[in-house]
C-alpha cells in the first residue's frame, strides 16, 4: 500500500502520503529544478515537494485517470505552470518523457503500489467491501482482470503467483480450492474469493490482517506487472536524472523493497550511483501512530554519478 485514507462518517476520503519530510530530505529539491513524481496518487508528496523550494517543478505522472483528474487538477489550479500533470505508466517512462519534450530531471520520486484511496474506491481490491474482482489500477492499460486470471489459470499458475508474489503459506492449498470452487460457479466476486481464503485459513480477527490478504496483494501485483514496472522505471532512472540528481524510491513489500536494493547495489558497484541511505529509512512512531499504513514503508535514496549532459536530453 502506498497512502493513507481516512473515513469519516460523511465518507469524504482525506490522503495522507508517508515518509514526507524524509522525501524531501533525500531528494532535495533545489530552486528551479524539475521533480517527477512517478507515483501522484493523492498529491501530498507533490504538494509537499512544490511548498519546499518555490521556484522547483514537480512533473506528475500517474496512469489512474481519475486519480489526475481528482486531485491533480485542484492541485494545478493551486500551483499553476509549476506543476505538470501527466497520464501514463512509469515503466513507460522513457517514451513519456520524449513524447512531452522533458529533458533530464533533478530529480525522481517513486512510491509504489496503490494508494488507499484506489483501494477504497476501485473494484477488486478491497475484501472488506464486496465489488467485481476486477484489481486494475489502470482498465486502460491493463486488459486482463483479477476474474479472468482466477478463471483461467492453472492450479500450479496460482499456487506460483500466491507463493512467489504474496509469499502465501498456505499457496498450494488456496489454489487448489480455487480450482474446485471455480467447477461449481465462477468466482466473480471479491467475497467470493475472500471466503474461500478463509475456508484454509480461519479468520482470527484479533490479528490485524485479513486471512486473504497476501491473496489479494499477490493477484494484485501480478495483473497490475508492479514488479516489472518497477524494474523498468529503475533501468531507465539512469537516463532520466542528470548527474547530481536524486532517485528516491518507497516501497511497501520486501519484494519491491529488494528491486531497488539490488539495483541501487549494483549500480554503485558499477560507479554509476552513490547510495545515499545505506539502510531503508522507515517511519518514526510518531508518524505510524497518526498514519498505519507508514508502518511497513522503507525508502530508499540514491545520487546519480556520471559527466553532465550539457544538452540536458536523455
Known amino acids: 500500500m502506498k497512502k493513507d485514507i481516512e473515513v469519516e462518517s460523511n465518507k469524504i476520503i482525506k490522503h495522507k502520503a508517508v515518509l514526507v519530510n524524509e522525501v524531501l530530505q533525500w531528494l532535495s529539491p533545489k530552486p528551479g529544478g524539475v521533480y517527477l513524481d512517478a507515483t501522484f496518487g493523492g498529491g501530498g508528496h507533490t504538494r509537499a515537494i512544490l511548498e519546499k523550494e518555490p521556484t522547483c517543478k514537480v512533473i506528475a505522472l500517474d496512469w489512474d485517470a481519475q486519480t ?23 515503466s513507460l517512462l522513457y517514451k513519456i518523457l520524449k513524447k512531452e519534450k522533458i529533458g533530464q530531471l533533478d530529480g525522481i520520486l517513486a512510491d509504489f503500489g496503490p494508494s488507499q484511496i484506489q483501494i477504497a474506491s476501485r473494484s477488486g481490491f478491497s475484501f472488506s467491501v464486496d465489488t467485481p474482482l476486477d484489481m486494475r489500477m489502470s482498465p486502460a492499460h491493463q486488459p486482463i482482470t483479477a476474474a479472468d486470471l482466477i478463471a483461467s489459470a492453472t492450479e500450479e499458475k496460482l499456487r506460483q503467483i500466491f507463493w512467489q508474489l504474496g509469499e502465501e503459506r498456505s499457496a498450494k492449498r488456496i489454489a487448489h480450492t480455487i480450482i474446485e470452487e471455480r467447477k461449481k460457479k465462477p468466482i466473480v466476486s471479491t467475497k467470493q474469493l475472500a471466503d474461500i481464503v478463509v475456508k484454509i485459513i480461519p479468520y482470527d480477527r484479533t490479528k490485524k490482517t485479513h486471512p486473504a490478504t497476501k491473496v489479494f496483494q499477490a493477484i494484485r501485483i501480478y495483473i497490475n506487472r508492479e514488479l516489472e514496472n518497477i524494474e523498468s522505471l ?68 540514491a545520487r546519480i554519478k556520471g559527466e553532465k549532459n550539457k544538452k540536458g536530453k536523455i
Open 68 to 90: 489526475l483528474e481528482e486531485n491533480g487538477f485542484p492541485l494545478q489550479e493551486e500551483f499553476g505552470d509549476r506543476l505538470q500533470l501527466v497520464w501514463g505508466n512509469f
Open 234 to 301: 529503475l533501468a531507465v532512472s539512469l537516463k532520466a536524472i542528470r548527474p547530481d540528481g536524486r532517485l528516491v524510491c518507497i516501497s511497501f513489500h520486501s519484494l519491491e523493497d529488494r528491486l531497488v536494493k539490488q539495483f541501487f547495489t549494483n549500480k554503485e558497484q558499477l560507479g554509476e550511483m552513490e547510495i545515499l541511505t545505506p539502510k531503508a529509512i522507515i517511519a518514526t512512531k510518531e508518524e505510524i501512530s497518526n498514519n498505519p499504513s507508514a508502518r511497513s514503508a522503507k525508502l530508499r535514496a
